[in-house]
C-alpha cells in the first residue's frame, strides 16, 4: 500500500527525471496541502482553474492550463501532465491523472524536416496525428461509485462525459508517466527510459467482478 508521502516523493522523483532529459520543457514540483500525510492532497502549485472551463472547447481548456501553470510537466511539444492526489487515513481517496496533448501541432508537422536530426521529435511530426487527451481518474466516494458505470478507477478519453473504461486498479505516478511517455513519446521514452526510476508497487485492486467481465485496463 502506497502512502501519500512515498507518491508526493515518486512525483517529485520523476519530475527531476525527465527535467534531466530533453523530454521536459518547463515543470511544477508537487505540493503537500494538509496538516498531515495521513489526510492530505498532492497538488500543483498555485492551480486555480476555473471549473466552469470543463464545458469549454479543448482549446479552451489547454490554453487556460498553460496560462496558470497547471501542469506538473510540459513536455516537448507543448502537452500538459497533471498528477493530483487526496489521502484520508492514509488511505487513497482519489486522483486525477490528466494528460493533455498540444491542440495545435503544426509548428512540428508543417516543418517536420526541421525536427527530424532529432530524433526525439519523430513521434509528434507525423501529420497523421490527432491530439486527444485523456484521464485517469479514481474516487472511492459512495455516492460516486457505480458498478460498470461509474468504477473507482476508470479512463476517459477525448472529454467524452460517459466514456469510463474500467481500471483495475487506482495508478501510481510512475505507472501514469510511463504510460503516457511510452505510448505516445515512444522514441524519446527508448532513449530515456533508463534514466526514469523505476517503481514496482502497487496499489490494491478497486475493479468489481462485473467490470472485469467487459473491455477494461489491466494493471498487475
Not at 191 to 215: H, N, P, V
Amino acid at each position: 500500500m502506497k502512502t501519500a508521502k512515498m507518491v508526493f516523493n515518486q512525483i517529485s522523483n520523476l519530475t527531476s527525471d525527465l527535467v534531466g532529459t530533453a523530454l521536459c520543457n518547463d515543470q511544477n514540483f508537487p505540493i503537500h496541502i494538509g496538516q498531515s500525510w495521513d489526510d492530505c492532497q498532492i497538488e500543483i502549485p498555485n492551480i486555480n482553474v476555473s471549473a466552469a472551463l470543463k464545458h469549454k472547447p479543448y482549446r479552451e481548456l489547454f490554453y487556460e492550463l498553460e496560462r496558470a501553470r497547471g501542469f506538473n510537466l510540459k513536455l516537448l511539444d507543448g502537452a500538459l501532465i497533471q498528477l493530483q492526489y487526496k489521502f484520508k487515513d492514509n488511505l487513497l481517496t482519489g486522483h486525477r491523472l490528466g494528460f493533455f496533448p498540444n491542440p495545435d501541432l503544426t509548428s512540428f508537422q508543417g516543418n517536420p524536416e526541421e525536427y527530424l536530426d532529432d530524433e526525439i521529435y519523430l513521434d509528434v511530426t507525423d501529420p497523421r496525428i490527432v491530439v486527444t487527451p485523456l484521464r485517469f481518474d479514481y474516487d472511492n466516494r459512495e455516492e460516486t461509485v457505480r458498478n460498470v458505470e461509474h468504477p473507482m478507477s476508470h479512463l476517459t478519453i477525448g472529454q467524452y462525459q460517459n466514456c469510463r473504461i474500467p481500471v483495475v486498479r487506482p495508478l501510481t505516478p510512475s505507472q501514469f508517466i510511463t504510460f503516457v511517455v511510452r505510448n505516445f513519446y515512444h522514441t524519446a521514452y527508448n532513449k530515456y527510459c533508463g534514466q526514469l526510476t523505476s517503481y514496482a508497487d502497487l496499489f490494491d485492486s478497486t475493479i468489481t467482478e462485473d467490470e472485469r467481465k467487459i473491455i477494461h485496463m489491466g494493471i498487475y
